[in-house]
């Protein structure tokens, strides 16, 4: 053992099973240990210790505390303008003011409260932000009183001049505490406190002020909301007294260590805005950040106003539509430091996020003039996924260029610049939306976006932060050692010429039940409202609910790589984890969904579930190769289709039997009492599986189960093997076939069973519940083809003739139920649906299963999670299509197309070539 000692730390050189050392300072507590990184100090000679801290997560958490009320205020009065201005009886434009003085006060406040920050630390900045927050939200409780508008907007201003360290100190916080491999992503996780709070913001005055209530009714929602700011922000300043540090005690990496770790004069302060002025890539950065904040907060105060003028009668929607903008905002921004992390790729991850959001702004700008509200989520969901997602790389790609420079400081400048343009951009926003409506509006803001985009593209990579950061030879060993550390690790066991000792363990059949037992409760929820669309439709009172079930596909679609990637990346545990934590929110959040007028609230919960969906239908794949051993693979594959076809059978049988149907009498009360039996139980059966997973979920197995798994390579991929992998995949001329005729297969599939009540209820009104009995009919039997065809595999391993066959016989399946529903026999119909599901269900382990072999040794969750993305994709194209034609000609030509393309998919599985390298894998040493 190597021991290395200096007048403050003894450090040790150990492995703690991720290639960090470990080390004890004398100064903290025994039980604090940290990763650390040996760099040279050239002035002493000797290795110091650089540290990472455990309560660097303390720090984080207590400025989200901070960015969470001071965020809540920005909108809390323009989202419900009409209530503001009847209760208060002021004008609109006084209304927009109260957001408006948020944009000033940044411009007034944001230099002073940057150098404050440079001059003397993170916590007197922050008790000093958080204290004025306390004072402005206690003023604002005096205010809740028709004459005492003037008293809210002395509040507000207060609250909005101590806001100016919500967008700009989670970049130098995150640079202060944290190492050089997670500092993106602990910026991007210190942007969630001011979508939370921009979130409840959205949220709580629409559900707790009535539009239509009385005077007393209106006051006591203000007085609610007014009380409960004061108290969380004065509780938050509490806990920032007591816990909040400046600084930790050791830097985190070489390039804070560089740093001149000087307090600030206001010359030097001055000097230092001017070189970032005379920084020709951090002003285009600065002008692009500007632009886009610009654009959201002017979106952001006109959403109300927005909303109303396109329907007239969901007033309320304003403020959901807020919240799911800021929600998934916090997906994206959380995602894109992430990815920042684990690339470094700043540049490009700026351009292809500012793209994302100028086409986001083009479809949230049209979604709006459909006339379907459920557009508009949708359509809002991908605006802020994608408008929020580009925060967290702009800052980080702000201080990569500026580097020395203090990251406050390029932060400070952007926000100082964006408060301008936003104010600006709000104005002129007011004045084309009164005489021109939202669509000039909106493309004005488009094309804004575009000029935005196009000056990402001029600005020059030069990361300086990077460069210091790898400027000592050791950081460049620390740089290669992710990769070397497997190819040491592989040299080790095979060494004496030794083959890794190959095993199967009892407990692969409890994983392969926890991966069922998380599939089961993601599928129940897909069909749970379309399979008895007339109820729900009427509950809800809106005009499509078949959104219910496309979320899921659009869900695949924007999260399978993503959700792959991290499967890959970290393994079956803490991607399940992941997975069934998100399906117990969902569940929950649909929990409160009960009431009638709250048809947003179960689409935040369904969209929830379907982001954490997408390991349900590829993951059984690389589980089965990771755990089974060669010849049980595609029988374990097959049975892990039975999660999807158990819950899919229930939501089909549950929401029938258990929910009575339409009242004649007009009373809900029943069928409300009969949701919540169908919303509870989800959620109680999601949190059980939830607590068994953590209990007994385990990623691998101690050794491989064969030669394939035993030879293949199993570091963990970062996001540019990953992305080169999938790429490889798409090179890969029999996969591409193979993914097609899939993807054909499975958007058959779910264009039918979501349409499945409305085809039978016409043919036959009086069929009640068959729709539902029906859909178990296919899921079940569906079981037996998925087993039978992985038994089969297992036993003769003819991959493309197993394809070939089962494709044709669900082409011939499809044509038969086709027909068989108009003999005018529900009986028929029955035995039409059970060929469907037997051949249909059963082709799914077969194409999984070939599409493996032909793609050996890259991961199996890789080739699934590509068939899945492009499968979800068709599916929401199928679907759409299914309806259109279905409403225009019916279901027989809506089938005949259906058929046609099942026989298109037929003709493609001819074409590809049998190459099973996983075979030839697994065979190498058979012997």
């Known amino acids: 053992m190597n021991v290395l000692q200096s007048s403050k730390v003894t450090c040790f050189k150990a492995n703690d099973g991720f290639g960090f050392k470990k080390m004890e300072e004398e100064n903290e507590q025994p039980e604090e240990k940290f990763k650390v990184k040996l760099e040279l100090r050239p002035e002493e000679g000797q290795p110091p210790v650089y540290a990472v801290y455990r309560r660097r997560w303390a720090m984080l958490a207590l400025f989200i505390a901070y960015a969470v009320p001071s965020s809540f205020q920005v909108f809390q009065y323009s989202i419900v303008t009409d209530v503001v201005m009847q209760f208060y009886k002021v004008e609109s434009i006084a209304v927009n003011w109260t957001a408006t003085v948020y944009m000033l006060a940044n411009v007034v406040a944001i230099f002073p409260s940057t150098w404050f920050y440079n001059k003397m630390g993170l916590r007197l900045s922050l008790l000093l932000a958080m204290g004025g927050t306390c004072l402005g939200t206690w003023i604002k409780v005096i205010s809740v009183n028709p004459d005492l508008f003037w008293v809210a907007m002395l509040g507000q201003t207060i609250s909005a001049l101590c806001s100016s360290y919500v967008l700009n100190i989670q970049v130098p916080l995150a640079a202060t505490w944290f190492g050089p491999n997670e500092v993106s992503t602990a910026c991007s996780i210190g942007t969630l406190g001011s979508q939370i709070g921009g979130a409840l913001g959205f949220l709580l005055p629409v559900a707790l002020i009535p539009e239509d209530g009385d005077a007393a009714a209106i006051e006591w929602g203000f007085i609610y909301i007014a009380y409960g700011l004061a108290i969380f922000s004065t509780l938050a300043f509490i806990l920032q007294l007591i816990f909040l540090e400046s600084e930790p005690p050791t830097p985190p990496g070489n390039a804070q260590a560089i740093r001149a770790r000087r307090k600030e004069s206001v010359l030097e302060y001055l000097k230092s805005q001017f070189r970032l002025l005379f920084n020709l890539n951090f002003v285009l950065v600065f002008l692009s950040y500007g632009i886009n904040l610009a654009v959201f907060s002017a979106v952001g105060v006109f959403l109300s106003l927005m909303i109303v003028r396109n329907f007239p009668h969901a007033s309320d929607h304003a403020g959901y539509v807020g919240v799911l903008i800021t929600f998934a905002g916090m997906i994206g921004s959380v995602l894109v430091g992430f990815i920042l992390d684990r690339t470094r790729r700043y540049k490009e991850t700026n351009i292809a996020v500012y793209i994302f959001s100028v086409v986001a702004m083009l479809i949230y700008t049209f979604m709006l003039m459909t006339g379907q509200i459920v557009l508009v989520y949708v359509a809002a969901a991908i605006y802020g996924l994608a408008m929020i997602g580009y925060w967290p790389a702009a800052f980080e790609f702000a201080a990569e260029l500026t580097y020395p420079e203090p990251e406050a400081s390029s932060a400070g400048m952007m926000i100082f610049g964006c408060q301008i343009l936003s104010v600006l951009y709000t104005l002129a926003y007011g004045w084309l939306f009164e005489p021109f409506g939202d669509l000039a509006s909106n493309l004005f803001m488009t094309g804004s976006l575009v000029v935005g985009a196009a000056l990402t593209f001029f600005v020059k990579s030069d990361l300086r932060r990077q460069q210091a950061e790898n ?306 009919l296919i899921t079940l039997i569906g079981i037996v083809g998925s087993v039978l065809a992985g038994f089969i595999l297992d036993r003769t391993r003819r991959y493309k003739e197993m394809n070939i066959i089962v494709y044709a016989l669900s082409t011939v399946a499809m044509i038969a139920y086709t027909f068989l529903l108009r003999s005018g026999n529900i009986i028929y119909v029955y035995v039409g649906a059970g060929l469907f599901g037997i051949t249909m269900v059963g082709y799914l382990p077969a194409a999984f299963e070939f599409a493996a072999e032909l793609t050996y040794p890259e991961p199996e969750a890789s080739s699934a999670g590509m068939m899945t993305f492009g499968c979800q994709l068709l599916s929401v194209l199928y679907t759409l299509a299914y309806g259109w034609v279905f409403k225009a000609y019916g279901d027989l030509a809506s089938n005949l197309f259906m058929s046609a393309s099942l026989l298109l998919g037929t003709l493609l599985t001819f074409f590809v070539k049998s190459d099973l390298r996983r075979q030839r894998a697994e065979n190498k040493y058979s012997k």
């Open 471 to 776: 400027a000592s030879p050791e950081a460049n060993k620390k740089k290669m050692s992710e990769e070397e550390a497997s190819k040491v690790e592989v040299s080790e066991e095979t060494q004496n010429g030794e083959r890794n000792e190959l095993k199967l363990y009892k407990r692969r059949w409890t994983m392969l039940a926890a991966f069922i037992l998380y599939t089961t409760s993601s599928s129940f929820q897909l069909y749970q409202y379309t399979i008895i669309a007339d109820v729900m439709v009427q509950y809800y009172q809106v005009e499509d609910i078949n959104w219910t079930s496309t979320i899921y596909m659009l869900a695949f679609v924007v999260a399978i790589f993503p959700a792959t990637w991290f499967y890959n990346k970290m393994g079956l545990r803490p991607s399940l984890l992941l997975a069934m934590g998100g399906t117990c929110v969902g569940a929950w959040i649909k929990v409160l969904s009960l009431r009638r007028d709250l048809f947003w609230v179960t689409m935040l919960g369904q969209t929830i579930v379907a982001l954490c969906s997408t390991y349900a239908l590829n993951i059984q794949v690389p589980l089965a190769a990771t755990w089974f051993g060669p010849k049980e693979v595609s029988t374990a594959c097959s049975i892990g289709l039975f999660g999807p076809q158990i819950g899919s059978a229930l939501g089909f049988f549950v929401p029938v039997v258990l929910v009575s149907g339409v009242p004649e009498d007009g009373d809900w009360s029943t069928v409300q009492f009969e949701l919540s039996l169908v919303f509870y139980g989800v959620a109680v059966y999601s949190t059980i599986i939830f607590v068994l997973h953590l209990i007994f979920l385990e990623s691998e197995p101690a050794s491989p189960p064969g030669n394939a798994q035993a030879s293949r390579n199993n570091d963990r991929e970062s996001v540019k093997k990953y992305i080169k992998a999938q790429f490889s995949l798409m090179k890969n001329v029999n996969f591409v076939l193979v993914f097609l005729t899939y993807s054909i297969n499975l958007a058959v599939f779910s264009a039918i069973t979501v349409f499945l009540s409305q085809m039978i209820r016409p043919i036959y009104p009086d069929a009640g519940n068959d729709a539902g009995y029906m859909g178990v």
